[in-house]
């Protein structure tokens, strides 16, 4: 009894209380890959994306860098870098695309789902600097898809990437 009155009253001292909103999402802590195999190590929850002005911090998910499970060979990250940002990923129904290249070029995308079917087309055109997209994703189904990007510069070779996308 004595123990429920400290708790209580230990409780009582609080004047203000702030919870977190409960919205789990799974991304990996850490992982790699060999000539073999490609692993994560341990999960952890994500219950949010934060936003303040220019930057947008998303858990997200490890993006696969060899094609072992996939057969992709022109993953986003090790072909554009941080030129491209995609995210939340994963997402409920809103994915955002911002882009920021150097030089002018031409920029378009598709949205492809697990069975290889285009679900969306984006001719973005001619860009100079940055970009930005929202594509609603409420429409489509629970699963992964694939974010195909491509950048033709006005000068020098094209690039594609493709980055993985989770829809909750």
């Known amino acids: 009894m004595r123990l429920i009155f400290l708790f209580i009253t230990f409780l009582s001292n609080f004047t203000e209380a702030k919870a977190q909103s409960i919205t789990p999402y799974t991304f990996n802590n850490s992982g790699g890959y060999s000539s073999s195999m490609e692993w994560s190590i341990g999960e952890s929850v994500s219950i949010a994306n934060f936003l303040t002005s220019g930057y947008s911090l998303n858990t997200g998910v490890l993006q696969p860098m060899t094609s072992i499970v996939t057969a992709i060979n022109e993953y986003g990250p090790a072909v554009f870098g941080t030129q491209i940002n995609i995210g939340p990923n994963p997402t409920t129904n809103l994915l955002h695309i911002k882009a920021r290249f150097n030089q002018a070029g031409s920029l ?61």
């Open 108 to 168: 378009s995308f598709q949205l492809i789902d697990a069975k290889s079917t285009i679900v969306f087309t984006q001719e973005a055109g001619k860009i100079f600097s940055t970009y930005e997209k929202d594509i609603l994703m409420e429409n489509y189904p629970s699963g992964i898809f694939y974010m195909k990007v491509y950048f033709k510069p006005s000068l020098g070779n094209a690039k594609t990437g493709i980055y993985k996308i989770i829809k909750l």
